[in-house]
C-alpha cells in the first residue's frame, strides 16, 4: 500500500478543471447543488457541538475549520463567511490558487495551502471542525488518509465525512447516470472500486479515537433540482464522527 495518500491522476483530473470551480453551470454544477445541503448540516452540527447561538451574525467565530481537499474553496468561503477561521488545503496547486484568488476578490482572509492531510497532521495541528467532503473517494491509502483527518480532531471536536456508498445503486446512479446518461460530472470523475461503505468509514473513525455519532443519506429530488437529507444511505451519504 501507498505510504501517500495521493493519487497523481486524480491531481492532475481536478487540476484539468480547476479554473471552472465557480462556475455554477461548469464541470462543478454538481457540487454547487450539493452545497446548500453539506453547508447546512455542518452549520447545524457545528452550532450544536460547540453551543452556539445560530442567529449571531458569526455564530462560528473563533473556532478553527479544516477543509481537505477544499478545491476552489467552495466550503471554505461560506464558512469564514460564519466566523469560522479556515484552512483549506488541496495537493494540487492550481485549485489552491484559484481558492487564493477568489477569496481575495471577495474580501475574505483563508489559510489556502497545497498540502496534504498528512502533512498538516505531522506538523502537530488540530482543529475544532475537520471536513472531509467528497475526497475519501479519490485518495490513495485511505487508512492513513483517516487516520491523518482524525488526528487533527482536536479533543471536543468532530469530523464530518460525505463521500459514494459502494453499492449496485450508487454505480448506476453516480456513474452510469451521472457521468454517461445525464453528463452531470465529466466521464472518469469516480471510481466505484473506490467507493466507501458507511460501516467501513465508521470501522477507520472508530479505531482511531472518534466516536460516530450520525450517519445520514443525501438524495436527489429531481423536482425540485434540490439535495436533501435522508434516511436513505444506499448512495450519497455523510457522517459526523466527534472526539470526547
Known amino acids: 500500500m501507498s505510504d501517500t495518500t495521493i493519487n497523481p491522476d486524480e491531481i492532475a483530473k481536478f487540476t484539468r478543471m480547476a479554473e471552472e470551480w465557480w462556475d455554477p453551470s461548469g464541470k462543478f454544477k454538481p457540487l454547487h447543488k450539493f452545497n446548500p445541503v453539506r453547508l447546512t448540516y455542518i452549520r447545524e452540527k ?4 460547540f ?22 474553496g467552495l466550503l471554505c468561503e461560506p464558512l469564514a463567511r460564519l ?10 496547486e492550481r485549485n489552491i490558487a484559484v481558492a487564493r484568488l477568489h ?15 498528512e502533512a498538516i497532521a505531522a ?19 485511505v487508512p492513513l488518509f483517516m487516520k491523518s483527518a482524525s488526528d487533527m480532531v482536536t479533543p471536543g471536536g468532530m469530523m464530518l465525512v460525505a463521500t459514494i456508498n459502494r453499492t449496485a445503486r450508487a454505480y448506476a446512479l453516480a456513474i452510469v447516470g451521472a457521468e454517461y446518461v445525464l453528463r452531470w460530472l465529466p466521464r472518469g470523475t469516480h471510481d466505484w472500486k473506490k467507493f466507501i461503505t458507511p460501516d467501513e468509514v465508521s470501522a477507520l473513525v472508530t479505531r482511531n479515537g472518534l466516536r460516530v455519532a450520525e450517519k445520514i443519506g443525501v438524495v436527489f429530488h429531481p423536482l425540485e433540482d434540490a439535495w436533501k437529507k435522508s434516511a436513505d444511505t444506499g448512495v450519497n451519504y455523510m457522517l459526523l464522527a466527534e472526539r470526547g
Do not use: K, W
Not at 477569496?103 to 492531510?117: F, K, M, N, P, V
Open 46 to 49: 457545528a452550532l450544536a457541538r
Open 51 to 72: 453551543g452556539r447561538d445560530g442567529h449571531a451574525r458569526r455564530p462560528l467565530e473563533g473556532l478553527r475549520v479544516l477543509d481537505i481537499g477544499c478545491g476552489g
Open 83 to 92: 466566523g469560522a477561521s479556515v484552512t483549506g488545503i488541496d495537493p494540487a
Open 103 to 117: 477569496a481575495e476578490q471577495s474580501g475574505l482572509d483563508i489559510d489556502y495551502r497545497a498540502e496534504t492531510a
Open 123 to 141: 506538523s502537530g495541528a488540530t482543529f475544532d471542525i475537520v471536513l472531509n467532503m467528497e475526497v475519501i473517494e479519490h485518495v490513495d491509502n
